[in-house]
């Protein structure tokens, strides 16, 4: 007989929500990496004006270890004065999307798009997109990797959707189950980032972290120290890979999930 403490819960969930970058791709794959050490880089440098790419990396850093979102994080630095040009928030999307090579590293999963249609078709579940990046360049993640289909205009949320807050903001979280009609207790949360893990937690949300592997090192979230924790008591399920979906949580397409 199970003790209390290792005894399993079913709870009914109705929603599934999928954060974008490392969540819905393996962080492994490298585009990241490719964003975040390439094309931001120059998107400082060309469009905000910084000197080097280091003094750039090093501003950037400073504000998305606070808010977790380049956007955001920009906004804010601007306010302060802490970067040499006005950043304006609409060019930051265009840049990624015009300048981040989505077809090189991002590829569909057949078997996510199988799980997802099914998820959507046979169990009713509402899919959802929500991500601390701008929406064109959230857009174009989901058509290069064959998904865009199952996330209509209106289910997919990027950061400017939720200014001024953004994830890990309660404010964030709240505004997107206002939008789509759907209490926290009914929704599952797939997350590569501790910090939004804890915050979709506390909100009564359940939770599923996206971690490829115990070794790995690459990722935004590894980047800037958000490093994974399989046993926090935040985290209701592991899943290595998002392709392993009806592997990993089969219960779902009976409207369940179980921690």
Request: glycine share 6%; net charge negative.
């Amino acid at each position: 007989m199970e003790s209390g403490k290792n005894k399993r819960q079913e709870f009914k969930v109705d929603t599934l929500i999928f954060d974008i970058d490392d969540t819905l791709y393996p962080c492994s794959c490298g585009f990241s990496d490719h964003r975040m050490r390439e094309i931001t880089p120059r998107f400082l440098e060309e469009r905000l004006g910084f000197d080097t790419s280091q003094e750039a990396i090093d501003v950037w850093r400073e504000y998305m270890v606070r808010y977790h979102s380049t956007l955001k994080g920009l906004t804010v630095a601007s306010q302060e004065g802490r970067l040499p040009r006005k950043f304006r928030q609409e060019e930051l999307g265009e840049f990624w999307a015009n300048n981040c090579e989505f077809e090189k590293y991002l590829k569909p999963i057949p078997v996510l798009n199988e799980a997802l249609e099914q998820l959507q078709a046979d169990a009713g579940m509402k899919m959802v997109a929500f991500t601390n990046a701008p929406r064109l360049y959230a857009l174009k993640c989901l058509e290069a990797l064959g998904v865009k289909q199952f996330f209509s205009d209106e289910r997919v949320f990027a950061v400017e959707d939720v200014m001024p807050a953004c994830k890990p903001e309660w404010a964030a979280f709240e505004k997107v189950m206002r939008s789509i009609n759907t209490q926290p207790q009914n929704a599952v949360m797939f997350e590569d980032s501790m910090k939004n893990i804890h915050a979709c937690h506390a909100l009564g949300m359940h939770t599923v972290l996206v971690h490829e592997s115990a070794g790995a090192v690459t990722g935004e979230a590894a980047l800037l120290g958000d490093a994974p924790c399989e046993q926090d008591e935040s985290v209701g399920a592991v899943i290595r890979n998002i392709g392993q979906l009806r592997q990993s949580l089969p219960t779902l397409w009976k409207g369940r999930f179980v921690r």
